[in-house]
């Protein structure tokens, strides 16, 4: 028998529903959300070619550590100003 234990200690997870993802991402304004970790850039610098030769409109956004939850004006700007997120977890 394993026994898995969740970090979080929350007693009830919390169900949240899938946003529906585009058809395409030709013309969208896609944000690209690196997390601060080792490399992370450079996977999303290739990802940036490739978005803006497809004609996305890209716009590059950072959290200061990769520890801790992206701060709320972070947040808002990518939700105010891109339809779209991609985020890079690398190492």
Known sequence: MTIVLDPTSERTIPERARVPR????????????????PRGDVFLDRIEERLAADGCKVRRFAKPTFSKPAPIDVRQQIASSCEVLIEALAD
């Open 22 to 37: 585009p058809a395409s991402l030709r013309g969208k304004s896609v944000a690209l959300l690196d997390i601060s970790k």
